[in-house]
């Protein structure tokens, strides 16, 4: 298993389904994850009831950041899977009662460790808008590093913000 000190990852499954329902459908998070449109509950169980295929097939993954108590506190993944660059995106959400305990750090690393040890990939990549500021610093503190910048390019009802990309380089 994926464990630390703070939390451990595991495969999402069915009985993850509320859970998971309520946090896509937070409208809050919406640009984070460039969402335009709620999840209805069916959509959220057949992506679950396929969530056990194989990284190499859907060129996805996502695991539930847990503390030790057994409370899921959010979610990790790995989305844009290319294992013939050996790279992928990395995202993550903690939902807001489990923020700022160490949890996002915690379970990115763990993911980060996954990517690199087990899939053996070269490097992560990851999209962050510039005024997202918590984001970048958690991502500056694994090491990642801005290396460009997409201008204008989230659309939001105040205008467009600029987004920011990060990279990890497996060394």
């Known amino acids: 298993m994926l464990r ?15 859970y998971i329902y309520q946090l896509e459908n937070d409208s809050e998070l919406w640009e984070v ?4 449109a709620p999840y209805s509950r069916f959509t959220i169980r057949e992506y679950l009831e396929n969530a056990h295929r194989d990284i190499y097939e859907v060129k996805q993954l996502r695991l539930a950041i847990c503390t030790h108590s057994d409370q899921i506190a959010g979610l990790v993944d ?6 013939f660059h050996n790279r992928a995106g ?11 305990k160490g949890l996002a ?4 690393q763990l993911m980060i460790e996954y990517a690199f040890k087990h899939l053996r990939l070269h490097q992560l990549h990851a999209s962050i808008s510039t005024d997202n ?9 694994l090491r990642f590093r801005e290396s460009g910048i997409k201008k204008d390019w989230i659309a939001t009802p105040d ?8 990279q990890l380089i497996n060394e």
């Open 78 to 83: 790995l989305y844009d899977f290319d294992p």
């Open 159 to 166: 205008g467009y913000k600029d987004e920011l990309i990060y």
């Open 133 to 141: 500021v918590a984001s970048r610093m958690l991502f500056e503190r």
């Open 33 to 36: 994850g460039n969402l335009l």
């Open 90 to 100: 990395i995202g993550i959400v903690i939902d807001t009662p489990h923020r700022k």
């Open 4 to 18: 630390n000190e703070t939390c451990y990852l595991r495969a999402v499954d069915l009985a993850d389904m509320e």
């Open 105 to 108: 750090r915690a379970g990115l």
